[in-house]
């Protein structure tokens, strides 16, 4: 798990980019609608990768917040 103390980075992501995530998500859904108004399958295959993988980090991002922990390490002196 690539957690940081300060809780700036949760699982390889920035908690604070979830508005950005979310509106990526929405402009993948619909440029899928278009695609397949269009015919393009190609194109919808590949958009919908990118979304279930937007979503899923969407769904990571949400199961993560609130859950930030600090621990406190003991820090050895050599004298």
């Known amino acids: 798990m690539n957690t940081r103390v300060s809780g700036v980075q949760v ?18 859904r619909d440029r899928i609608v278009e695609a397949r ?20 980090k969407l769904a990571t991002l949400d199961r993560m917040r609130g859950t930030e922990h600090v621990v406190t390490l003991p820090i050895s002196v050599s004298r």
Request: proline letters at 3%; hydrophobic letters at 45%; one cysteine or more.
């Open 11 to 28: 699982c390889g992501f920035d908690p604070r980019s979830r508005d950005r995530l979310a509106t990526i998500a929405a402009n993948l």
């Open 37 to 56: 108004i269009n015919g393009w399958t190609g194109e919808v295959s590949g958009l919908t990768v990118s979304l279930d993988a937007a979503v899923a």
